[in-house]
């Protein structure tokens, strides 16, 4: 099987680079969290941590039933707790989800134009064909076995508007095709109409059928080191992925389960880390623009997606003179060569020595 290779690795070079500053490094290139984890998880998962049983796949009442509030509350989906089943973390659920919907050769999974890697990664551990494509009338007659949505997107932070998730939704059921939406980042939004998920009654007409959306706590709640996450929607579809990962041991630890559902029920931590990011995005942002950059879209999710009109390992390179590591724009499909992602994850403190720099 043939994989690319792992595009990080290529930048090694410009951090080391930058790690050489006489400032340190300010590394805006991977949009990892850095504050604390909530209280309330880590008070949850401390209290369910004697856990001598193996956990359930399908995920604890609990957790299924918080999840569905969360839905319902924040996002005005209405799921059936039975149809969420909880992912170790949204990257496998992201890579393994074209094989465990039964992809394979000969079969088409198509992602956006400018994507988050795994995507491909995915079609290709089933032995699929990976189409990088915004424009679905672009495939002709092509049926594709999955259709994949990414909203806020990553990388460039763009939300899709609620006419453009319709016609998708109407496209895909008129082929009996799968959709499969993106929406880890719904929360964290700055600017323009609020992301809406494709579960939304106002899109899909109140029907999950064909459809199925993702969520992670990795942002929203500081947990990307507890890998939690989640994928709801069509029951049948989530029937059948619940049945294939229990075969293959697919289990999120009951700990991590615990305070999962401990999370989903508190909105007031989510919303001090949206402001958190707000800060930092609005202090970044006009930097790079004192700087010479252009910000295209950003609207919502932890990225600054920046262009000063060159290729992006020029850009890469600049940055990196200035101590300052951030990923190039081609990592996420040829229509990045311009662009830079700028993640927004880093302290306060190191954002503000970038902002130093950059001013």
Same mark, same amino acid.
């Given at each position: 099987?043939?994989?690319?290779?792992?595009?990080?690795?290529?930048?090694?070079?410009?951090?080391?680079?930058?790690?050489?500053?006489?400032?340190?490094?300010?590394?805006?290139?991977?949009?990892?969290?850095?504050?604390?984890?909530? %209280?309330? /998880?880590?008070?949850?998962?401390?209290?369910?941590?004697?856990?001598?049983?193996?956990?359930? +796949?399908?995920?604890?009442?609990?957790?299924?039933?918080?999840?569905?509030?969360?839905?319902?509350?924040?996002?005005?989906?209405?799921?059936?707790?039975?149809?969420?089943?909880?992912?170790? $973390?949204?990257?496998?659920?992201?890579?393994?989800?074209?094989?465990?919907? $039964?992809?394979?050769?000969?079969?088409?999974?198509?992602?956006? %134009?400018?994507?988050?890697?795994?995507?491909?990664?995915? /079609?290709?551990?089933?032995?699929?064909?990976?189409?990088?494509?915004? $424009?679905?009338?672009?495939? !002709?007659?092509?049926?594709?076995?999955?259709?994949?949505?990414?909203?806020?997107?990553?990388?460039?932070?763009?939300?899709?508007?609620?006419?453009?998730?319709?016609? @998708?939704?109407?496209?895909?059921?008129?082929?009996?095709?799968?959709?499969?939406?993106? =929406?880890?980042? #719904?929360?964290?939004?700055?600017?323009?109409?609020?992301?809406?998920?494709?579960?939304?009654?106002?899109?899909?007409?109140?029907?999950?059928?064909?459809?199925?959306?993702?969520?992670?706590?990795?942002?929203?709640?500081?947990?990307?080191?507890?890998?939690?996450?989640?994928?709801?929607?069509?029951?049948?579809?989530?029937?059948?992925?619940?049945?294939?990962?229990?075969?293959?041991?697919?289990?999120?630890?009951?700990?991590?389960? /615990?305070?999962?559902?401990?999370?989903?029920?508190?909105?007031?931590?989510? /919303? =001090?880390?949206?402001?958190?990011?707000?800060?930092?995005?609005?202090?970044?942002?006009?930097?790079?623009?004192?700087?010479?950059?252009?910000?295209?879209?950003?609207?919502?999710?932890?990225?600054?997606?920046? +262009?000063?009109? %060159?290729?992006?390992?020029?850009?890469?390179?600049?940055?990196?003179?200035? !101590?300052?590591? @951030?990923?190039?724009?081609?990592?996420?499909?040829?229509? $990045?060569?311009?662009?830079?992602?700028?993640? #927004? +994850?880093?302290?306060? %403190?190191?954002?503000?020595?970038?902002?130093?720099?950059?001013?």
């Amino acid at each position: 099987m043939e994989l690319p290779d792992f595009p990080w690795d290529r930048l090694e070079p410009y951090k080391k680079t930058a790690s050489a500053h006489p400032g340190g490094l300010v590394d805006l290139s991977v949009g990892t969290p850095v504050d604390p984890t909530p %209280e309330v /998880a880590r008070k949850a998962l401390a209290e369910a941590s004697d856990a001598p049983g193996y956990p359930q +796949t399908w995920g604890t009442p609990a957790l299924r039933e918080s999840v569905a509030r969360w839905l319902e509350r924040r996002l005005g989906v209405l799921a059936d707790p039975a149809a969420v089943l909880p992912a170790i $973390g949204t990257k496998e659920l992201v890579a393994w989800l074209p094989l465990l919907l $039964g992809a394979g050769p000969g079969d088409t999974v198509v992602f956006p %134009e400018l994507a988050y890697p795994t995507y491909d990664v995915g /079609a290709r551990l089933a032995r699929a064909t990976g189409v990088a494509t915004d $424009g679905l009338l672009k495939l !002709g007659p092509a049926r594709p076995k999955l259709v994949w949505l990414n909203s806020p997107s990553n990388p460039t932070g763009k939300v899709l508007p609620p006419e453009h998730l319709r016609k @998708v939704v109407s496209w895909a059921r008129e082929r009996g095709v799968t959709v499969v939406s993106d =929406e880890c980042y #719904i929360e964290l939004y700055w600017e323009g109409p609020e992301p809406v998920s494709i579960l939304h009654p106002d899109i899909c007409g109140g029907s999950h059928e064909g459809l199925l959306a993702i969520h992670s706590l990795s942002k929203r709640s500081n947990l990307a080191g507890y890998r939690a996450g989640f994928v709801t929607g069509d029951p049948a579809l989530v029937k059948n992925l619940l049945e294939l990962r229990k075969h293959a041991g697919m289990i999120m630890p009951a700990p991590v389960q /615990a305070a999962m559902a401990a999370v989903y029920d508190d909105d007031a931590h989510a /919303a =001090e880390q949206v402001e958190c990011y707000r800060a930092r995005r609005a202090v970044l942002k006009a930097a790079l623009e004192s700087h010479g950059f252009r910000v295209d879209h950003s609207e919502a999710s932890l990225y600054l997606w920046s +262009t000063r009109d %060159e290729p992006c390992w020029d850009t890469v390179s600049h940055l990196a003179s200035l !101590g300052i590591l @951030v990923a190039p724009g081609e990592f996420y499909g040829p229509a $990045g060569s311009r662009h830079v992602r700028v993640a #927004i +994850t880093a302290t306060d %403190e190191r954002v503000a020595e970038a902002v130093s720099r950059l001013t």
